[in-house]
């Protein structure tokens, strides 16, 4: 079975510094996505940036981007220029790539604090 | 804009109570999810549904159960409520078309007196 661990249970940058999120999972798979989410104070989760296992080149958005290790099995994320709005809480996941249920296996989260 | 939505902010129920937790999704999507978040456990998959009426269970199914009628309806029922089943639950949907993301909704946190 898979398994995602994010082993930081909380985070503080300063605003504008940079930060990065440590996520390591466990598969036997070869071809897998992974996602990180965000979920701010009492509102909605969304989609922050995905990789696919079979792509080599690190995927970026904007102010995001992921470090992926494919053969170390880790998928950190990076915040650049922190603002006051990524306060949140990040959560890593992994989705086989087979099937079309797209059931999404979770790490633990990880509290982002950011200093003004 | 894909929007699900979740019956209720806040819920407080009794032990023993049977309870209902709905999930309207307004785009369409086949898969529909129920999750539980609890702190240091992130989210546990509870049921999912990839169809009208077809479920399977999650990793975490026992003492819920779901119903899938309409396909833009989900339910999550707790047949006797416990108050180990106080928790944050959130619904997400999903399209099987191309390398969709799951889109969730606000969540419901329950608490079982």
């Known amino acids: 079975a898979q398994t995602v661990t994010q082993s930081q249970p909380e985070m503080s940058v300063q605003e504008a510094e940079t930060v990065t999120l440590s996520c390591t999972y466990d598969?036997?798979?070869?071809?897998?996505?992974l996602f990180w989410y965000k979920q701010p104070p009492s509102r909605q989760m969304i989609l922050v940036i995905r990789?696919?296992?079979?792509?080599?080149q690190n995927a970026t958005e904007n102010r995001f981007s992921v470090n992926f290790q494919k053969a170390a099995k880790s998928f950190s994320l990076k915040i650049s220029d922190s603002q006051l709005g990524d306060a949140a809480m990040y959560f890593c996941?992994?989705?086989?790539?087979?099937?079309?249920?797209?059931?999404?296996?979770f790490g633990q989260g990880t509290t982002l604090q950011v200093k003004p | 804009d894909v929007k699900v939505t979740q019956s209720s902010r806040y819920l407080v129920k009794r032990t023993g109570e049977k309870v209902f937790l709905e999930c309207v999704q307004d785009?369409?999507?086949?898969?529909m999810f129920w999750y539980r978040q609890d702190p240091g456990l992130g989210l546990r998959l509870i049921y999912f549904?990839?169809?009208?009426?077809?479920?399977e269970k999650g990793d975490i199914p026992e003492g819920y159960s779901v119903s899938r009628e309409k396909k833009e309806r989900f339910s999550l029922i707790l047949e006797s409520a416990s108050t180990n089943q106080t928790s944050m639950y959130l619904c997400?949907?999903?399209?099987?078309?191309?390398?969709?993301?799951?889109?969730f909704g606000d969540g419901t946190r329950l608490s079982i007196l």
């Open positions: 997400a949907s999903r399209s099987n078309r191309g390398r969709q993301p799951q889109h």
């Open positions: 990789q696919e296992a079979y792509k080599q």
């Open positions: 785009m369409d999507h086949e898969n």
């Open positions: 996941a992994y989705r086989r790539l087979t099937g079309n249920t797209g059931k999404l296996i």
């Open positions: 598969t036997s798979e070869s071809d897998y996505y």
């Open positions: 549904s990839y169809d009208v009426k077809m479920k």
